[in-house]
């Protein structure tokens, strides 16, 4: 997918962040991504400095944009990974090997330094958050609107790949309480859950526990079809900042 084309659809009708990301991550050959036996990644078992995992791959959402930087640091006696945005949007991504009929649970922890100054996620030209956790799905798109089709077809002779049938994502913001959903301001097929962000938050870790399956329900009304990809995702592009943020282990859990 040509990256030119990535960035006028960003701008345009197609607009959201997920677009490269999701261009990209269908466009690598399957074989570059280690299927692993388990799900998640246990940042914690990696030695600070190395390099990214099989499996994940840091991808940009537009061409001309630095990528946000992902490293593994200490943190006392624990490995953590380290996500620096200097005006920058990239993710952290895998493809999808969850069983969410085995594992339907995510958990993790994360901290962000603080809020991103002139950051709202209901607003696209401000639609930035120093965290993220983000789920792509598969799904019967001759289900959707005839205004959604037209967009995903639109962004498929703009870039040549398929877009995902839905996104959820669980984000650190500021924008609503802890709990609320926040439609993506360009799309409705992606979903925003904010599930960190109080006046206290900042600075401190925080362990984060969904049921995926339960949340996919609530926002988008039908059982989540099959995950392509999940990744991590801190970005400040669209207000032109810096932040950083700290993320530890993601796994995957049996319900409830």
Request: hydrophobic share 40%; proline share 7%; with cysteine.
């Amino acid at each position: 997918m040509p990256l030119t084309s990535i960035h006028q659809a960003r701008k345009g009708t197609a607009g959201p962040v997920w677009l490269a990301v999701c261009g990209a991550l269908l466009l690598l050959p399957a074989a570059l991504f280690a299927q692993d036996e388990k799900p998640g990644i246990a940042v914690s078992t990696i030695e600070p400095g190395e390099p990214l995992p099989a499996g994940w791959k840091n991808l940009p959402v537009a061409h001309g944009k630095p990528l946000t930087q992902y490293t593994f640091v200490h943190d006392g006696n624990t490995t953590i990974l380290q996500a620096d945005a200097n005006r920058s949007a990239s993710a952290l991504m895998h493809v999808g090997n969850i069983d969410l009929v085995r594992t339907p649970v995510v958990a993790w922890r994360w901290k962000a330094k603080g809020p991103i100054e002139g950051a709202d996620n209901r607003v696209g030209s401000k639609e930035d958050a120093p965290a993220r956790l983000v789920f792509l799905f598969d799904g019967d798109k001759s289900k959707l609107s005839f205004f959604d089709r037209a967009k995903m077809d639109l962004a498929k002779r703009l870039g040549g790949e398929e877009l995902p049938y839905a996104t959820l994502m669980y984000i650190w913001s500021t924008t609503a309480a802890p709990g609320s959903v926040v439609a993506n301001p360009h799309t409705n097929r992606v979903q925003m859950i904010v599930v960190s962000g109080l006046s206290g938050d900042a600075g401190h870790w925080r362990s984060v526990r969904r049921n995926i399956v339960q949340d996919y329900e609530r926002v988008f009304h039908e059982p989540p079809g099959r995950i392509t990809g999940y990744g991590l995702l801190t970005d400040t592009d669209n207000t032109g900042t810096t932040t950083r943020a700290w993320y530890g282990d993601v796994e995957f859990l049996p319900g409830p």
